[in-house]
T-cell receptor
């Protein structure tokens, strides 16, 4: 079955540590996205990529970095510069318009 | 800048009690309005896309409608399994979606 796989489901980060969230899709979609969701809030765009080796900042890119070396993969690194990283992170992909397909999310907690 | 506002923030209904959720938007040229369902701890699940005023789409107990300024998600005779957060989004530019904050719907048996 085609879809998006995010891993891990739960992730714990110590102060000053970088962590990387994985996102893999087998839908052959060109565009991929990272969103952050905080309790009681909507989704906010962190980064997006419309094609391999190219990506753009979203509305809240500070403290995050991404890469897009393969069409199937769009990993997100939460750096130590992100002062409030505790949140639910969602990866999505999109083909030729229409609705996004979302992964099941990664819950990141600072310990 | 495109904006999306959903109301109410939370809604509690009895099983079988029909109601509507609202999504108001401001966008320079609508390229699509999207409804998603999200269960706790999971990713959003796509429900509908609407493109032009007057368009309607249905799926089981849900019907989405669109005007030039807002969209409604009508829920007819809901069941407890319809409990979830419902998200509305509009397309900004070629690919980006801008989301509202969601409506948390609870259906009591």
């Amino acid at each position: 079955d085609g879809g998006i796989t995010q891993s891990p489901k739960y992730l714990f980060r110590k102060e000053g540590q970088n962590v990387t969230l994985s996102c893999e899709q087998n839908l052959n979609h060109d565009a991929m996205y990272w969103y952050r969701q905080d309790p009681g809030q909507g989704l906010r765009l962190i980064y997006y990529s419309q094609i391999v080796n190219d990506f753009q900042k979203g509305d809240i890119a500070e403290g995050y970095s991404v890469s897009r070396e393969k069409k199937e993969s769009f990993p997100l690194t939460v750096t130590s510069a992100q002062k409030n990283p505790t949140a639910f992170y969602l990866c999505a992909s999109n083909g030729q318009g229409g609705g996004y397909t979302f992964g099941s999310g990664t819950r990141l907690t600072v310990v | 800048e495109d904006q999306v506002t959903q109301s109410p923030e939370a809604l509690r209904l009895q099983e079988g009690e029909s109601s509507s959720l609202n999504c108001s938007y401001t966008v320079s040229g609508l390229r699509g309005l999207f409804w998603y369902r999200q269960d706790p701890g999971k990713g959003p699940e796509f429900l509908f896309t609407l493109y032009s005023a007057g368009e309607e789409k249905e799926k089981e107990r849900l019907k989405a409608t669109l005007t030039k300024k807002e969209s409604f998600l009508h829920i007819t005779a809901p069941k407890p399994e319809d409990s979830a957060t419902y998200l509305c989004a509009v397309r900004e530019g070629a690919q980006k979606l801008v989301f509202g904050q969601g409506t948390r719907l609870t259906i009591n048996p």
